[in-house]
């Protein structure tokens, strides 16, 4: 439907790793729960249940490397030795990739004393152990907050599949132990309000479309009315007004435009948001249906004001509408991995 220009390959296994490795720690932290809280398996020794445990922590490491050093040497948000090693010192979403930082930290922390457990004492290593609660959220919040893939409906249900393993081994665990009511109670409230104050905090964060700004993206990397709108106001000469026709929009025009795509992960399709890069008061939103889709519906806003609403047939890299008396064409349509898209408006007044 759209040209799309290819990402980098080590932006999709930085993804990939990203995703796997939640998996794979969520499962060494599920399994470490059920382990240790005096859960049996019927058909599997001990031994194999903790040795398991301890391959799933070890995988994770290599998941972890491999996941650092793609980003690193991804081209896409320029970060370095420094950004994957020193939490907060990014200057891309430095407040959820640092958390991420922390995350990995820790769980090459745990992995290390783990090896070397027969020299540690016992209160040491199962302190350290116990850091793997802090890890685990930790890197949730980092998936959402810094991944590609937040917005997508397959990476929500993937992580809802992993909290729910997570919350279900405590609650499993709690009820093999000798714990009084009120300490159970405390527990399952406090994992009820977790969750839901992470619901809550996805739902108006990174699902919304300005999380990009919002989480600390560099003004470089996202459309220019996008990082405007974060920026001190100065003064700017005024855009000479561009002759009307009768539709309301500026004709005929050539003219470059901006945007973001926001994708519909419920019903597919997405919502197309650009405006002109000169005259920001501009502003073309388009909706898209499905993939499959050969019309849209744009609505055309200037300096607020709807001035016209119509529907379109796509072509290949082009959209074509009228409004009015006015063809609108948006063509040379090109969307980048963040959905960053970018195009050139021609308008013409027809007879």
Excluded at 80 to 109: C, H, N, Q, T
Aim: charged residues 10%.
């Amino acid at each position: 439907m759209l040209a799309m220009a290819p990402p980098s390959p080590l932006w999709y296994i930085t993804r990939g790793t990203g995703s796997v490795l939640l998996i794979v720690l969520s499962l060494s932290l599920a399994l470490g729960i059920l382990t240790f809280g005096r859960w049996q398996s019927k058909t599997l020794p001990r031994f194999v249940t903790v040795t398991l445990h301890r391959n799933l922590a070890l995988f994770s490491i290599a998941l972890l490397a491999i996941h650092m050093l793609t980003a690193i040497l991804d081209p896409f948000a320029h970060l370095g030795l420094k950004d994957a090693l020193i939490p907060f010192a990014s200057s891309y979403r430095p407040l959820w990739l640092g958390i991420g930082v922390i995350s990995g930290e820790i769980m090459v922390a745990i992995a290390v004393t783990s090896l070397v457990r027969v020299r540690l004492k016992f209160p040491l290593w199962k302190g350290i152990h116990l850091l793997s609660y802090l890890s685990w959220p930790l890197a949730v919040f980092h998936g959402l907050g810094t991944g590609s893939d937040a917005r997508h409906s397959w990476f929500l249900w993937l992580t809802a599949a992993c909290i729910t393993l997570v919350v279900v081994s405590l609650v499993y665990r709690m009820s093999l132990q000798r714990t009084g009511p009120a300490q159970r109670k405390a527990a399952t409230f406090t994992m009820s309000v977790g969750v839901f104050a992470l619901i809550l905090w996805t739902i108006t964060g990174p699902l919304q479309s300005n999380w990009a700004l919002r989480a600390g993206t560099p003004s470089a990397l996202l459309p220019p009315h996008a990082s405007s709108s974060s920026s001190s106001a100065t003064p700017t000469a005024t855009p000479t007004p561009l002759p009307r026709s009768g539709g309301g929009i500026p004709a005929p025009v050539t003219a470059e435009l901006q945007g973001i795509v926001q994708e519909n992960t419920v019903q597919g399709g997405a919502f197309i948001d650009v405006v002109d890069r000169q005259q920001q008061s501009l502003r073309f939103g388009i909706k898209i249906s499905s993939p499959q889709s050969t019309t849209f519906q744009m609505e055309v806003m200037s300096n607020g004001s709807v001035i016209c609403s119509t529907t379109g047939t796509i072509q290949p890299q082009t959209l074509l509408a009228t409004c009015g008396t006015t063809q609108v064409t948006i063509g040379n349509l090109q969307v980048d991995q963040l959905g960053n898209i970018q195009g050139v408006l021609q308008t013409t007044v027809t007879s």
